[in-house]
């Protein structure tokens, strides 16, 4: 489809009272750039633009690496959404065809509701086509004013409009498709003598109307989609509408949801069939969770893949890692990035695990750190063992053999290899590798002193 797309973003957001850009905000963890860019790209653009001004740099940051269809164009001043599109004339002045332009600041648009936007603008051969919607508190939007057949007629900017213009309910969404040619006829014409003093796009539909070109309208049922988010409130209104949609769907699924008051699921979560999400949970990211697990209460998982029939116990927090099926986690567990737990593994309470492979049927059951290791089949971990992989300068790895015995309290000073089917005891100091099916004792020899504590009672 030849369509371009621009977003624009260069906004300080002076609203949201944020030394950041508004759209740097997330809702459910996610940037609300990345929400606008994955509604706009389902679309398949031949490109998109995000106009970028104030912090800039913080914006490129923000936007995933995975929409590599992405241009900035630069609006050092931000005289108005008007002025933002002249700005990037100079750039797409030589494609000829559509031009979704949509602001930043709106991330419940859905992208089956921008194709019924573009079909119908192709379907009338309009030189403009954008969404309206009925709200229930349209203050701060532009309002469609309509004439007495009840065609559009213009926008009128709240700062700018009556006390009466004030009490129309139908609201303008910012998101238009205009056809490029009539776009720079048209913003040539526009001025900024308003109440702002700002180039309005919204005047473009005037325009419009004035030289007798067909202008589409696309009035949407549900304003929820279209919401612009201006205000710190409305950034909460708008992800607890994202979040309950969410919710929605995956109980649709299969999936229960024990209290959707407590649980927060970023929308790219998938999740599998019969799992149950207690109570507190934050799943977030590019997260998948298989079938049949339970997950929580008071879990945090982020970026992970968790496979089939996993439980995930109480209070564990689990970020960029890997879990194979029928493993326990937790309760208060700590798998940090590259953290990769094998089939029907055990990782117990207070267990740090980072950057390892833990092999299948391996146990890490309690109050042990594990980093920059890899654990064979069939190991268990005595209790407060620890790889000690940092010197203060370099890390260095612990490599542990299939069914080794590592007894309680060991230390495992790495770099250092423990050969399969060998043994540490308990409370030893490795610092040498250990060859296959040996017993490592490092401890200095007991001694009794007999009736020691009878003496010590007499004195
Ligand atoms: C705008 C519309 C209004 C509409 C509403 C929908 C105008 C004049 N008004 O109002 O009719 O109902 O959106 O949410 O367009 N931006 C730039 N450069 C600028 C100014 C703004 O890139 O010079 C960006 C902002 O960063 C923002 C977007 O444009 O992402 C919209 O600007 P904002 O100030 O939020 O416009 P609204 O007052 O909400
Ligand atoms: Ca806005």
């Known amino acids: 489809m030849a369509l371009r797309v621009l977003i624009l973003a260069a906004g300080k957001g002076t609203r949201m009272n944020s030394s950041k850009p508004k759209v740097v905000h997330s809702l459910l963890n996610k940037p609300m750039i990345n929400y606008v860019l994955d509604s706009v790209e389902k679309l398949k653009p031949q490109k998109t633009y995000l106009v970028v001004g104030y912090k800039k740099d913080l914006i490129e940051n923000a936007v995933s690496p995975s929409f590599k269809n992405v241009d900035y164009i630069f609006q050092k001043e931000q005289l108005g959404t008007g002025h933002a599109i002249k700005v990037s004339k100079n750039v797409i002045e030589k494609y000829k065809g559509d031009v979704l ?29 954008l969404i309206t919607a009925k709200v229930s508190k349209p203050r701060g939007y532009g309002r469609i004013i309509r004439d007495n057949k009840g065609n559009i007629s213009k926008i009128v900017e709240e700062k700018d409009s009556t006390s009466l213009q004030k009490k129309i309910d139908e609201i303008n969404s910012g998101i238009y498709c205009v056809n490029s040619e009539f776009l720079w006829t048209s913003l040539s014409k526009i001025k900024s003598n308003n109440k702002q003093n ?41 992800e607890n509408i994202i979040r309950e949609n969410t919710i929605n769907k995956l109980q649709r699924k299969g999936i229960t949801v024990i209290d959707r008051a407590t649980t927060y699921i970023a929308p790219d979560v998938k999740i599998g069939k019969d799992t149950v999400i207690s109570p507190n949970t934050y799943l977030y990211g590019n997260t998948t969770i ?43 567990a700590h798998l940090r990035p590259e953290a990769n737990i094998g089939k029907d593994a055990k990782i117990g309470n207070f267990v740090e695990i980072k950057k390892s492979d833990i092999g299948t049927g391996s146990k890490v059951p309690h109050l042990s750190y594990i980093g920059d290791a890899t654990l064979g089949k069939g190991v268990n971990i005595g209790a407060g063992s620890i790889t000690c992989n940092y010197d203060g300068v370099n890390k260095h790895r612990t490599d542990i053999g299939d069914d080794v015995f590592i007894g309680s309290d060991s230390m495992l000073v790495a770099p250092v290899v423990i050969g399969k089917g060998s043994t540490t005891a308990a409370g030893s100091t490795i610092t040498k590798d250990v060859e296959e099916f040996s017993l490592a004792i490092e401890r200095n020899q007991q001694k009794i002193i007999k009736g020691w504590n009878k003496r010590k009672k007499k004195d």
């Not at 600041?105 to 379907?123: E, F, M, N, S, Y």
């Not at 929580?296 to 496979?307: A, C, D, L, R």
Request: glycine content about 6%.
């Open 290 to 332: 298989g079938g049949e697990c339970t997950i929580g209460p008071n879990v945090y998982i982020e970026n992970s893949k968790i496979s089939s029939n996993v439980n995930i116990r109480f209070s564990s927090y689990l970020d960029n890692c890997k879990v194979d099926q029928n493993v326990t986690i937790g309760p208060f």
């Open 101 to 129: 332009i949509l602001n930043g600041d709106c991330p419940g648009v859905l992208p089956a509701t921008l194709k019924r936007l573009i079909d119908k603008h192709k379907k009338e051969k309009s030189a403009v086509s």
């Open 198 to 238: 700002e180039y309005y796009l919204p005047d473009i539909i005037e325009n419009a109307v004035n030289s007798k070109k067909n202008v589409s309208v696309l009035k949407v049922s549900n304003a929820d989609e279209i919401l612009g988010i201006n205000t710190r409130q409305e950034l909460s209104m708008q």
